[in-house]
């Protein structure tokens, strides 16, 4: 036993053999790592692809998409999807043709919102028409109403109808003029979908959301009302989280009457009158 341990420590000591087992110590290493990336680049892994040729603006169904194996190395710095689920029921980009065949990369596929014509995809009633309404982190509430939101819609506006001008006063007003209203769309500046991506902040510029036409028409009097300081301010409600929520409707007869009597609308889509 001995005579081995004193071997063992001589082998130890021979400077020679111990930089020949360290090179092949280092060689045995590089090897199996080299092998072991050269596995994972072969190995094939299943990636979604189109079954057939997809269209610009067109949502993609389960029929579209096919799956096939492909090593990975194929797939290294491309930007494509992995998973069937994360391109279902998206949809191809608005410029961008998707060849039957190819994988789904992730520039050609987003969602609807991304979409330049996305509001006029939006599902809101038969008669009804879409209204823009300026918004800001202030009325939006730190951002914090949502698409799918239901909110009211209050008139605040300087009340000078007083006939004697001499005498005149004003008076503020300020009243729910139409409640239930459910939002569409909030944009940015830009016209982007705030909540598109969460690692982008974006500031509210802009809601979007439909009402009947004769509501949209009060809401356009309203809107050019200047000489009242008119300003429509949203108000988030709970009415989302109803099993059916409230139809949008006029809340108050007497906010109506005061700006239709201020104002009137012409064929032509006009405002005239004391609009100014």
Aim: hydrophobic letters at 40%; proline letters at 5%.
């Amino acid at each position: 036993m001995n005579n081995l341990v004193t071997g063992f420590k001589k082998f130890l000591s021979n400077k020679n053999t111990v930089t020949v087992v360290g090179v092949l110590l280092a060689v045995f290493v590089l090897y199996i790592g080299y092998n072991m990336r050269v596995n994972a680049a072969i190995t094939p892994v299943s990636v979604p692809y189109a079954t057939v040729t997809i269209n610009p603006s067109t949502q993609i169904t389960q029929e579209m998409i096919g799956t096939m194996q492909i090593p990975q190395s194929m797939l290294a710095n491309s930007s494509v999807y992995y998973n069937a689920s994360e391109v279902l029921n998206q949809y191809s980009n608005y410029d961008t043709v998707i060849p039957r065949g190819s994988l789904f990369y992730r520039r050609a596929v987003v969602p609807e919102s991304s979409l330049p014509d996305s509001l006029i995809r939006e599902d809101y009633p038969e008669g009804y028409v879409l209204v823009n309404m300026s918004l800001n982190m202030q009325t939006s509430y730190g951002n914090q109403i949502l698409p799918g939101n239901y909110v009211d819609i209050y008139l605040k506006a300087i009340n000078n109808l007083d006939e004697d001008r001499a005498n005149q006063r004003d008076t503020i007003m300020v009243g729910k003029l139409i409640e239930n209203v459910k939002v569409l769309a909030v944009l940015d500046g830009n016209g982007k979908n705030v909540f598109e991506n969460v690692e982008e902040e974006r500031t509210p510029a802009m809601m979007i959301f439909a009402v009947p036409e004769e509501y949209h028409i009060l809401l356009r009097k309203t809107m050019y009302l200047r000489t009242y300081d008119a300003t429509l301010l949203p108000v988030p409600t709970r009415e989302s989280l109803k099993e059916q929520p409230g139809e949008v409707r006029i809340s108050s007869e007497d906010i109506k009457n005061w700006i239709n009597e201020v104002t009137y609308w012409t064929e032509d889509m006009s405002s005239t009158g004391t609009v100014e």
